[in-house]
């Protein structure tokens, strides 16, 4: 049953009303099954004021009415699945520009070139925009940040009652995305084969940097291939890549970005890590803690991809995380040990980049300074961060 796998997610929420409020049309996006439908549905004013359009008779209310039904609705009118009827856009461009009218239009869907392109083209000073992620830690409880790690962020994933039960739906989940779900998006010249290689090959380099060239030549492929396909894969919300943070230092700094998959879950489904003892003994378990955090952290403080960066030198020094806030700039280290101290890197870090603050998140209960701009954070604390950034 559908409520087994619903947790309350008040942040997000409140954050869809005020879109609401405020614009005419909001438009929240993310990847599919991670909750889009749960918060939006119960939103509409009225029954048929929602439009599933993955529901054969919903797409049939407005093909045969050619969008004209939408003209006399009134209230919040939720379109859920939008990507699937791109024209739609434009009927909304004309609905938003009407004068008077109270009517709001809350629009759902998996990320795709389509959606992505109609939204900032025909939608452009009418639309506010919103994405969601998983289930982050103040929704599940700070205390549940183990089970969080492991399982990832997806509801259906997370609220499983057996393990067995939650790693068998990411890898079905994995399956659906590269057979379908990505195909779907645009045209693949690459086979299965060469899509779930290059999949496993973003798993196997979480949280390193990543080298379109490189990865190319391991698949059989050309290098413009895999620079598409991961655009696709950033598309759909299914991995994030952080660019270098550039400062005007005489300093070497690396070039290339970082790649990981958002959700944590979905990388241990692809290491087929069964349990919390097997993720602690994985030769990747530091490079998941820190994709893990970072994604933790991008949703506790509600940063936008363009305030979120990484930094290192050739020589050395490197800060996992920058976010760059009305605040000032905060830098965020992983580290999966316990009771970290602080290193030289962390200091040349703070002085090279100008850092308001550096946190550096490990997975114990504990805050404690480092120095005066160097914080030790543990994961149960991180809403203690959230107050201080944004």
């Known amino acids: 049953m559908e409520h087994k796998f619903f947790i309350p997610r008040t942040a997000i929420t409140e954050r869809i009303k005020n879109g609401i409020v405020h614009s005419p049309v909001t438009t929240l996006l993310g990847p599919r099954q991670c909750?889009?439908?749960?918060?939006?549905a119960p939103l509409a004013t009225r029954p048929e004021n929602l439009f599933d359009l993955h529901s054969?008779?919903?797409?049939?209310?407005?093909?045969?009415?050619?969008?004209?039904?939408?003209?006399?609705?009134?209230?919040?009118v939720v379109i859920d699945e939008a990507q699937d009827k791109p024209e739609l856009f434009r009927k909304l461009r004309v609905l938003a520009d009407r004068r008077d009218s109270t009517t709001k239009f809350l629009i759902t869907g998996s990320a795709s070139p389509t959606i992505a392109n109609e939204?900032?083209?025909?939608?452009?000073?009418?639309?506010?925009?919103?994405?969601?992620?998983?289930?982050?830690?103040?929704?599940?409880?700070?205390?549940?940040?183990?089970?969080?790690?492991?399982?990832?962020?997806?509801?259906?994933?997370?609220?499983?009652?057996?393990?067995?039960?939650?790693?068998?739906?990411?890898?079905?989940?994995?399956?659906?995305?590269?057979?379908?779900?990505?195909?779907?998006?645009?045209?693949?010249?690459?086979?299965?084969?060469?899509?779930?290689?290059?999949?496993?090959?973003?798993?196997?380099?979480?949280?390193?940097?990543?080298?379109n060239s490189?990865?190319?030549?391991?698949?059989?492929?050309?290098?413009?291939?895999?620079?598409?396909?991961?655009?696709?894969?950033?598309?759909?919300?299914i991995v994030r890549e952080l660019y270098p943070y550039y400062t005007n230092l005489q300093k070497r700094l690396r070039k290339t970005p970082k790649v990981y998959l958002r959700d944590s879950g979905l990388l241990h489904a692809l290491f087929l890590i069964r349990d919390q003892s097997a993720l602690l003994s994985h030769p990747s378990m530091g490079f998941s803690w820190e994709g893990f955090g970072i994604e933790q952290i991008i949703s506790l403080t509600n940063s936008r991809d363009e305030e979120c960066f990484t930094w290192s030198v050739t020589s050395g020094p490197e800060v996992?995380?920058?976010?760059?806030?009305?605040?000032?700039?905060?830098?965020?280290?992983?580290?999966?040990?316990?009771?970290?101290?602080?290193?030289?890197?962390m200091a040349v870090g703070v002085d090279d980049l100008g850092l308001t603050k550096l946190f550096v998140i490990y997975p114990g209960r504990l805050n404690y300074a480092l120095d005066d701009k160097i914080e030790a954070v543990g994961i149960e604390n991180l809403s203690t961060i959230a107050a201080q950034v944004v």
């Open 320 to 345: 996992d995380l920058v976010l760059t806030k009305p605040k000032g700039i905060f830098g965020f280290e992983f580290k999966a040990g316990d009771a970290p101290k602080r290193t030289k890197s």
């Open 56 to 76: 054969l008779i919903d797409r049939a209310r407005l093909e045969d009415s050619n969008f004209r039904i939408l003209d006399g609705l009134e209230g919040i």
């Open 119 to 211: 939204v900032s083209e025909s939608l452009a000073g009418r639309n506010r925009l919103l994405s969601l992620g998983g289930l982050n830690l103040d929704e599940v409880g700070s205390i549940n940040w183990e089970k969080l790690w492991l399982r990832g962020g997806f509801p259906r994933s997370y609220l499983h009652e057996l393990e067995p039960e939650s790693l068998t739906w990411r890898l079905d989940y994995i399956e659906q995305f590269l057979r379908h779900d990505l195909p779907a998006l645009a045209e693949t010249k690459l086979s299965a084969e060469q899509l779930r290689r290059l999949f496993l090959l973003i798993a196997h380099n979480h949280g390193q940097s990543w080298n």
């Open 35 to 40: 909750g889009k439908t749960s918060l939006a």
């Open 214 to 237: 490189k990865v190319a030549q391991l698949i059989g492929a050309n290098y413009k291939t895999v620079q598409r396909h991961l655009e696709l894969f950033k598309g759909a919300y």
